[in-house]
């Protein structure tokens, strides 16, 4: 049970016609009664009256009262509609303030809303995603899993392992009037295991989804990168001259290719150097084509066939689970022909492209070709790193579980592992959880949801 009250002003600091403070807790209806000067309330009701400090009238407001527990956190809860100014928002949250409540912390207002058994943290998450998205695909995306998300797939298999566990107890409690099959709780589990391992086939259409397409761009010092990364955002983002080893540390910016987010990073050039400061920032490059989704490698038309081209060249394949694009920039003054590139690189995607002039449009095509239908999802799936991982140790417990029954285990030991396939299931959606993951997760939303 949460017993304090918390406020925080919803809406986007600075000047604007509205803005927005919302209240929750028990001292929700004290704001009502005193700053409001409204003793008859009623729950749902958009009001329009006067926000008082003590007897002085500090703004002309709308305000809604949202009686618990039919309210987002399930808690009293009180959103005010104010003028926009920052100066008389922020007095009247100051006012607020002084009557005993404390000013939230980011996502506290969602925290409570999963603790209150108002929604399990999936929803909170895609909600929470769904204000961040980047895009128009990742929008409808989070708000469908809002609505019609992975937590009703969860809620399924939770259902199976707990008719399973009541089972398997009763059993154990009643011998002589119940007799466990082996076989159909096994064929039980494995059917459980199938749907989990169903959901984690598509883990990476939703992972792309949430975090964007982690693209990095690759080549030789001087190649393009930074003048490609420029043209692929319409803007002048990263510093470019003629002297190579310009680019020393990764760069990273959010792009829209017609509705897909990319990731994109701009990286060190790769080549063969003393420098210490320009080695550094050629690890920084190898790590980010560890973490990469896509790997964007640039060539430079007019200057190929060196040893640092060969060096990028052998990089890349050794790329097995990567998209890799083979591009080569600069062909308005191009010393190699289309056919000698693809001696070269047989059997890879091969874009040519003037980063400076920016014609790029064929890059930007063979990008969203490539990842069209993994960001078209209709149907549930996982979109979190956290939600990943717990669906891998459950399915590691339930295969600990029918490995036991085949090697003739009692039920009591077998328990223990269905039991702990439950209980990551129950941390996935919230149902319980461990308060520093919760402050974790909470920590990255917005102040006021």
């Known amino acids: 049970m949460i017993y304090d009250t918390i406020a925080a002003i919803s809406s986007p600091h600075g000047t604007g016609a509205i803005s927005i403070i919302r209240i929750t807790g028990e001292l929700s209806l004290k704001i009502v009664e005193e700053s409001l000067k409204n003793q008859k309330t009623q729950s749902k009701k958009m009001c329009f009256g006067y926000f008082y400090s003590e007897e002085k009238k500090l703004d002309e407001i709308t305000w809604v009262f949202?009686?618990?527990?039919?309210?987002?956190?399930?808690?009293?809860?009180?959103?005010?509609?104010?003028?926009?100014?920052?100066?008389?928002?922020?007095?009247?949250?100051?006012?607020?303030?002084?009557?005993?409540?404390?000013?939230?912390?980011?996502?506290?207002?969602?925290?409570?809303?999963?603790?209150?058994?108002?929604?399990?943290?999936?929803?909170?998450?895609?909600?929470?995603?769904?204000?961040?998205?980047?895009?128009?695909?990742?929008?409808?995306?989070?708000?469908?899993?809002?609505?019609?998300?992975?937590?009703?797939?969860?809620d399924k298999i939770k259902e199976f392992l707990l008719n399973q566990i009541a089972e398997i107890e009763v059993s154990m409690d009643y011998p002589d009037d119940f007799e466990l099959d082996s076989e159909k709780i096994k064929d039980t589990l494995k059917n459980?295991?199938?749907?989990?391992?169903?959901?984690?086939?598509?883990?990476?259409?939703?992972?792309?989804?949430?975090?964007?397409?982690?693209?990095?761009?690759?080549?030789?010092?001087?190649?393009?990168?930074?003048?490609?990364?420029?043209?692929?955002?319409?803007?002048?983002r990263a510093i470019v001259t003629d002297i190579p080893g310009t680019t020393r540390d990764t760069i990273?910016?959010?792009?829209?290719?017609?509705?897909?987010?990319?990731?994109?990073?701009?990286?060190?050039?790769?080549?063969?150097?003393?420098?210490?400061?320009?080695?550094?920032?050629?690890?920084?490059?190898?790590?980010?084509?560890?973490?990469?989704?896509?790997?964007?490698?640039?060539?430079?038309?007019?200057?190929?066939?060196?040893?640092?081209?060969?060096?990028?060249?052998?990089?890349?394949?050794?790329?097995?689970?990567k998209n890799i694009i083979i591009v080569f920039n600069k062909e308005d003054i191009t010393k190699i022909s289309?056919?000698?590139?693809?001696?070269?690189?047989?059997?890879?995607?091969?874009?040519?492209?003037?980063?400076?002039?920016?014609?790029?449009?064929?890059?930007?095509?063979?990008?969203?070709?490539?990842?069209?239908?993994?960001?078209?999802?209709?149907?549930?799936?996982?979109?979190?790193?956290?939600?990943?991982?717990?669906?891998?140790k459950t399915e590691e417990f339930l295969k600990n579980a029918i490995n036991a029954i085949n090697n003739g285990v009692t039920f009591d030991f077998i328990m223990y592992d269905i039991r702990k396939a439950l209980e990551s299931l129950l941390e996935l959606k919230g149902e319980t959880y461990d308060e520093i993951l919760l402050d974790k997760i909470f920590s990255s939303f917005c102040v006021g949801k």
């Open 338 to 392: 289309e056919e000698e590139i693809r001696k070269y690189f047989s059997g890879y995607n091969i874009i040519i492209v003037s980063a400076k002039n920016s014609k790029i449009e064929n890059l930007e095509k063979k990008i969203y070709d490539i990842y069209k239908n993994k960001v078209e999802i209709e149907t549930p799936v996982i979109f979190e790193k956290r939600h990943k991982y717990s669906l891998i």
């Open 66 to 154: 949202h009686q618990a527990p039919y309210s987002f956190t399930g808690e009293d809860m009180l959103e005010i509609f104010c003028h926009g100014g920052k100066i008389i928002t922020e007095k009247i949250f100051q006012s607020i303030l002084k009557k005993g409540i404390r000013e939230a912390v980011a996502g506290e207002f969602s925290k409570r809303a999963v603790l209150n058994g108002k929604m399990d943290l999936i929803k909170a998450e895609s909600i929470n995603n769904l204000i961040h998205a980047k895009t128009d695909k990742s929008a409808d995306f989070f708000s469908n899993q809002m609505n019609n998300g992975i937590s009703s797939e969860i």
């Open 192 to 236: 459980t295991l199938e749907e989990i391992e169903n959901i984690l086939k598509n883990s990476e259409n939703g992972l792309i989804i949430s975090e964007g397409i982690k693209t990095v761009i690759i080549g030789k010092p001087n190649s393009g990168k930074s003048t490609l990364l420029n043209s692929l955002l319409k803007k002048d």
């Open 252 to 321: 990273e910016e959010d792009l829209n290719i017609s509705g897909i987010h990319i990731k994109i990073i701009d990286t060190a050039g790769i080549r063969e150097t003393e420098d210490k400061v320009e080695k550094i920032g050629i690890e920084k490059t190898n790590k980010a084509i560890e973490e990469s989704n896509l790997v964007i490698a640039i060539f430079d038309m007019s200057n190929f066939g060196d040893k640092d081209d060969f060096i990028i060249a052998d990089k890349i394949k050794l790329l097995k689970d």
